[in-house]
């Protein structure tokens, strides 16, 4: 799998990697686990999970089996990626939660953390469910500067965000010390994300998509990505799987993606994007798509949180 470098970190990011997070969380861990042990023996190095997820232990469990297998020789081969969860989103919360993510992972360090979302819930509960009164705005000067420590202190070798707008990484860029690495977001041949994927290349922030095939079987997602007839239509001209298209389309675009699955069949038919590729009338086709985000944060917005429209929320990219 292809890498390429992030922020100021000597270790690349694999520009395929795998996601973990599944809404609401169906599978067992033995298939969960089973499911990360095989996509290492394939040669995935990227795994991507978040304290919100309840995969970490998982991942943690199959990195040591991996190990034991002998499908990896060390840890170091492997990029692992966590996020903050929004409970945790407050400056004296930070290290601690970090802490707690890498004795899930039972690991010494990650290679990423991540803000999950630009916006906090009151501390000391439950991590999810969440009421909406619960919600509170960010401060993103001091939970910024907390994430930096995490860094300086070893515990990350990189530090980015998710699900940022271009303003509300301006923001982030006018106090940070620490430039963001990552900003890790949804991106489809259904929502393309031109102007934050230009704005990120301009200011050296590295892109990392979710959802390439739209989220499907998430309670936001949607089967439009995988049901859409111009991305069917040039599936079957190249003898290729929509979901293929649709990984091609988003490696193409530079930066790196996230797929899930626990199927075996799909975890490879997954890894096999790197041997053809899109044609330029391909990409105009794809070019033309009308646009749709999955994910658009609805649970956030509340008439007297700090968001009251998800145009607030997105600051109008949506
Ligand atoms: P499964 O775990 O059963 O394979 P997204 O990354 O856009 O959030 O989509 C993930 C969803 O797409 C998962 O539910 C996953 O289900 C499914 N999926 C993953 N790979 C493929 C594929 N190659 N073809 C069809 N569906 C896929």
Redesign the pocket.
């Known amino acids: 799998i292809p890498e390429v470098s992030i922020g100021s970190s000597d270790k690349k990011i694999p520009k395929v990697g795998f996601?973990t997070a599944e809404f609401p969380f169906a599978e067992s861990a033995e298939v969960i686990t089973e499911s990360i042990v095989y996509a290492i023996k394939l040669g995935y190095r990227h795994f991507d999970t978040a304290a919100v997820y309840n995969s970490e232990k998982f991942l943690g469990d199959a990195i040591k089996e991996a190990l034991r297998l002998g499908f990896i020789n060390s840890r170091e081969q492997l990029f692992i990626t966590s996020k903050l969860w929004c409970r945790d989103a407050h400056p004296d919360c930070v290290i601690s939660a970090l802490k707690k993510t890498l004795a899930n992972l039972k690991l010494e360090y990650l290679d990423l953390y991540l803000i999950h979302l630009p916006i906090s819930l009151i501390a000391d509960r439950q991590n999810f469910p969440f009421e909406k009164e619960e919600i509170v705005g960010m401060d993103i000067r001091v939970v910024w500067e907390a994430m930096e420590e995490c860094q300086r202190l070893g515990l990350t070798k990189s530090i980015g965000v998710s699900n940022f707008s271009c303003k509300k990484l301006q923001t982030l860029l006018n106090t940070a010390t620490i430039p963001p690495a990552v900003n890790q977001v949804e991106m489809?041949p259904l929502w393309q994300q031109k102007k934050l994927v230009d704005f990120c290349k301009e200011k050296g922030i590295h892109i990392t998509a979710?959802?390439?095939?739209?989220?499907?079987?998430?309670p936001w997602?949607t089967n439009q990505v995988?049901e859409n007839q111009v991305l069917k239509e040039i599936a079957e001209a190249k003898g290729k799987?929509v979901?293929?298209i649709c990984l091609r389309w988003v490696y193409e675009q530079g930066g790196s993606l996230?797929?899930?699955?626990?199927?075996k069949e799909?975890i490879k038919?997954?890894l096999h994007i790197f041997e053809w590729e899109l044609s330029p009338e391909e990409l105009e086709q794809i070019s033309q798509l009308p646009q749709h985000k999955a994910f658009n944060a609805s649970d956030f917005i509340h008439e007297n949180g700090p968001f009251k429209s998800l145009e607030e929320f997105w600051d109008g990219e949506i």
Not at 210 to 218: C, D, E, I, R, V
């Open positions: 996601g489809s979710y959802s390439p095939l739209g989220a499907k079987g998430t997602g995988l799987t979901a293929q996230l797929i899930k699955s626990f199927n799909r038919q997954n």
